[in-house]
């Protein structure tokens, strides 16, 4: 028997007035504004816009503010925002080969063209507390340099030369979206990238630190990590020619994997691929571990049983959004369900007790 | 195609991109700066959406949905017919309408004007807000020195 009941509507209106003002804190403090939020909580920033997989760092802002800093929430409020845009389009693939590089870096070649630049790293900080920021926000000038001019070459590109690295070779076509059709296993390497990119920056990070650990260990070294601007470009059919419709910061890794070689291919280099919006190194070098474990079939490698390489598992589960909306809905009334259970357990009692009781007499 | 259409094409290409990246606050200043303005119908009225943007797995190989980014859009008509197009990133449909305006005025008479006083200080902006960052990249460039060499 189904029960409906009604109620709560008070109290869960005074809960969201608590909400509200629990939210706004203290009132003999400065109220944060979205540009506060967007300037100096940037990374948080990035972190939304990439799991939201909705580039617009103002919105990503008012959705951080929104939910008290709680970046799932907010993530999840950024993904039902965007379920209300239409969409215009797709842009043609970004060429991340043009990127105005604020970073990059390469753990494999020292002398790569175009340098190693460090950018705005937390790299080689002494992770100690700095207790001068609590008191003021006075930043020293940031010293210039002779501006490179030239677009930084992909360092892949290098070993591309010699033959030594799988080659990425070139298509158009139209890529599977995740958000318009269900998954369905087993996924291509596009629909798991889309997956890997707006997936859980935790679990991506434990998945790949697994691979690191040994389940399907793949041998990564960071062949180049570049963070900057890209232009995104798109085909405007009332123009007939594409123009420029934005620009949007990427964080791009390449990882160079050992690769014994197989019955049809040389011994040679793979690759896995990172990529993600904003700022968000930690991110984009999980995915590109946890890609090319995954990868493991279509490079004829063994399945070792490893968590990282059942695709299943790791793109069913990477979605914080998904994961979060199941898990919590527990919390919510389940009185019937469980006065059913209530039910069931007394009657078990009563009937192992009944045993005991009727074992006893007999003794 | 001739050389002639072609040219006009990039131009066209040039500005309409410039528009769309251009910062909202710098653009609608710049735009607030022109006081000749002309009338306009709607052809279509300025929209918020989403456009999907893709990458390339490993960088130049297969196509990939790597998420979207919000975009507005509206078109314009001026009285003598010219029509224009705004595409602009982000929300402010304001500055899709400045941009589907500014895009038909450079094709009127309004051009040089337009160029002079709203084009050409938006590149000179953008790009020197270009240039400073990638001067403060150069400045975190690594210079490798040798410390102790191993033949003695």
Not at chain 1, 88 to 99: Q, R
Not at chain 2, 54 to 78: I, Q
Not at chain 2, 84 to 112: F, N
């Amino acid at each position: 028997m189904y029960v409906a009941v009604k109620g709560g509507e008070k109290a869960i209106e005074n809960a969201h007035a608590w909400l509200a003002e629990e939210r706004r804190g203290a009132t003999d403090v400065a109220e944060l504004s979205l540009a506060q939020i967007r300037e100096q909580l940037s990374l948080a920033v990035n972190r939304v816009m990439a799991e939201g997989s909705l580039y617009d760092p103002d919105l990503a802002a008012l959705a951080i503010k929104q939910a008290r800093g709680d970046l799932i929430e907010a993530i999840f409020l950024i993904r039902a925002y965007r379920t209300t845009l239409p969409r215009f389009g797709h842009s043609n693939p970004v060429e991340t080969g043009e990127m105005a590089c604020d970073r990059r870096i390469s753990a494999t070649f020292k002398d790569a063209p175009g340098g190693q630049v460090l950018g705005p790293t937390f790299d080689y900080t002494h992770r100690l507390l700095d207790f001068k920021l609590a008191a003021d926000g006075d930043v020293p000038k940031v010293p210039e340099g002779s501006a490179r001019q030239e677009p930084t070459p992909h360092i892949t590109e290098f070993l591309k030369d010699e033959g030594l690295i799988q080659d990425e070779p070139t298509s158009d076509d139209t890529p599977g979206d995740l958000t318009r059709e269900p998954m369905e296993f087993p996924a291509n390497r596009p629909l798991r990238l889309q997956s890997l990119t707006r997936g859980d920056e935790g679990f991506v990070l434990g998945m790949a630190y697994s691979t690191q650990r040994g389940y399907a260990r793949n041998h990564a070294f960071v062949g180049e990590l570049r963070i900057g601007k890209v232009a995104v470009e798109m085909d405007i059919p009332e123009l007939g020619f594409a123009i420029d419709i934005g620009e949007v910061e990427l964080t791009e890794c390449e990882t160079v994997n050992q690769f014994k070689g197989s019955k049809t291919e040389p011994p040679q280099f793979t690759r896995g691929y990172g990529l993600v919006f904003g700022q968000s190194e930690r991110k984009a070098i999980a995915m590109a571990l946890v890609d090319r474990a995954l990868r493991w079939k279509e490079l004829g490698e063994d399945n070792l049983g490893a968590p990282a390489q059942d695709e299943e598992f790791v793109l069913s589960h990477a979605d914080n959004i998904q994961a979060t909306g199941f898990l919590e809905h527990i919390k919510l009334p389940h009185y019937v369900d469980f006065q059913s259970e209530l039910e069931l357990v007394r009657k078990l009692r009563r009937e192992a007790d009944a045993r005991i009781t009727s074992k006893e007499v007999a003794e | 195609m001739t050389d002639q259409t072609e040219f006009a094409i990039g131009a066209r290409r040039d500005w309409m991109g410039l528009l769309a990246r251009a910062p909202d606050d710098t653009l609608m200043t710049l735009w607030d700066g022109i006081e000749t303005r002309p009338s306009f119908d709607w052809l279509r009225r300025p929209e918020i959406g989403s456009v999907m943007v893709r990458g390339r797995t490993g960088g130049t190989g297969a196509p990939f949905n790597l998420g979207e980014m919000t975009v507005t859009r509206c078109s314009v008509v001026l009285q003598d017919g010219t029509v224009g197009h705004g595409y602009v990133q982000g929300r402010l449909k304001p500055k899709a309408e400045a941009a589907a305006l500014i895009d038909a005025m450079m094709q009127t008479g309004a051009a040089d004007e337009v160029q002079a006083r709203l084009l050409d200080p938006l590149q000179q902006h953008m790009q020197a807000v270009k240039s400073t960052r990638a001067a403060k990249a150069a400045a975190t460039k690594v210079e490798f020195f040798t410390l102790v060499r191993g033949e003695d």
